[in-house]
């Protein structure tokens, strides 16, 4: 997701889309969510800890807009989406929806 977005800019859905369910793949990086709670050891540890759970409280909010419309939103660690996006499709599929 975009560092920069913001809750506005996530664009609305059509009423072509709104009928198909939406999957949209989100991966965070495990790497920021080290950081976010890493103990501060050298003097720049405690504003990278702030930048990253500043980035990740933003992308939160992202996807909490995208869900409000009804996209499925895989929120899910970067190492961890390959399985996610398999298993969401095959619960898509189960449902006749893809």
Do not use: C, N
């Amino acid at each position: 997701m975009d560092d920069h977005a913001s809750e506005d800019s996530v664009p609305e859905m059509t009423a072509d889309e709104k009928r198909r369910d939406q999957l949209l793949a989100a991966p965070h990086a495990v790497e920021i969510e080290r950081l976010a709670v890493a103990p501060a050891r050298e003097w720049r540890d405690p504003s990278i800890a702030i930048a990253a759970r500043e980035q990740r409280q933003r992308a939160l909010v992202q996807v909490g807009a995208l869900r409000q419309q009804g996209v499925v939103v895989l929120d899910e660690p970067d190492d961890q989406l390959d399985r996610a996006v398999f298993d969401a499709y095959l619960r898509l599929r189960s449902r006749k929806r893809v």
